[in-house]
Structure formats: C-alpha cells, structure tokens
C-alpha cells in the first residue's frame, strides 16, 4: 500500500513540474513603461532593472524603443498609437511626431538614441552610458548620480555628466556642432562651452 501511494505521489508531482513554465519560456521582465507626458513620449524605467535601451526616430514621426531582453509596457492612454513586435527583442514602434524623452532608473543603465527628432535622457542613479552619437536633432544628456559617460551627435547638444567621480566620468562628441558640457568630468572632447 505504501509502495502504491508513493508511486501515485511521484506521478502527480512529475505532472505538475511538467505542466509549469520553464524560465525558457517565460515572459521577459518589464523593463519599464512608454506614455505621453508633458514632455512628449516619455520611457520611465522600472525600478530595480539595468536597462539597455535604443531609442530612433524618423522624419514621419515613427519611433522605435527597446530594451534588450526586456519587454515594455505601453500607457492605454497611447495604445492606439503603438504596437509591438516580437522577435529576438520586443520592439514597440509608435507614430507620434512629439519630443522623445527617457528617464533611466537606479541601474548602470545603457541608451542609445538617434533620429531628427529632439530627445532627452535623465541617467538617474548608476554608472550609466548615453550615447547620442546617431541623433541628428539636438539631444539633452543627463548622468545626473553615479559615475556616467556620455557621447553627444552633430547637433548642439546639451551634455551633463553629473556630479559623480571627475576621474570616471567622460563627455566624447566628435561631431561639429555647437556643444554645452557641464559635470564633473576630467575628459571631454567636442565641448564648446562649460
């Protein structure tokens, strides 16, 4: 009889652990949240997540956000403007012709923005990387806490690293256009005025 009931235990618990979801096939972690704002299309990060972003914009007001191995969720209020698409990332593509602005969480987060259209980026806590190398529209760099580096693209950009280690932290923007570069930072290249 005891033999009988541990086989019918060993059955059911093999059923069970096979029937449940492996972390293969479960869904990505949000890493945070796209809505409108006063800003325009504002990315807010989830609290607790590195993210590593890619931001773009083009001329008919298209932009594309992603987070690598994470998922984004999109406002209802905005959810007739957007979509997703499923593939090795989660690309949620909006059609909004409005300013583009991310605020990074308490992470050492990663961005990458490009497009002609006006972007903001605030780095929040973390050693982050913002790089604005592809933008074609003024970009606006925040490192605000942590350790950060920041690379600015043609246009004038706005670049502040913060108030982190100066020995850490870096400004780059080969391009030509007319740069402001504010922080503590020990190196800088393509800063026009401080």
Known sequence: MNLRRSLSVLVALVAVLTMAPSPAHAAPTVGGTL?????????????????????????DGTLSVYDTGRDIAIDPDIAYKCTKTQG????????????????????????????????????????????ANGQK???????????????????????????????KQSIVDYWTGDDTCKGAFDYSVGCDRF
Do not use: H, M
């Not at 809505?35 to 001329?59: P, Q, Y």
């Not at 690293?161 to 100066?166: I, L, P, T």
């Open 35 to 59: 809505k409108f704002g006063w800003r325009g299309v504002e990315f807010f990060a989830a609290s607790g997540i590195a993210n590593d972003l890619r931001g773009f914009t083009a001329e």
């Open 88 to 131: 090795q990332d989660i690309i949620v593509v909006c059609k909004f012709n409005a300013y583009l602005f991310f605020q990074l969480g308490d992470r050492d987060d990663r961005i990458q923005i490009g497009g002609p259209i006006p972007v903001s980026v605030q780095g929040g806590s973390g050693n982050d990387q913002l790089d």
């Open 137 to 167: 529209a003024p970009a606006s760099l925040y490192g605000q806490q942590g350790d950060d580096r920041l690379w600015g693209g043609p246009a004038g950009d706005y670049l502040d690293v913060g108030a982190g280690d100066r020995t």
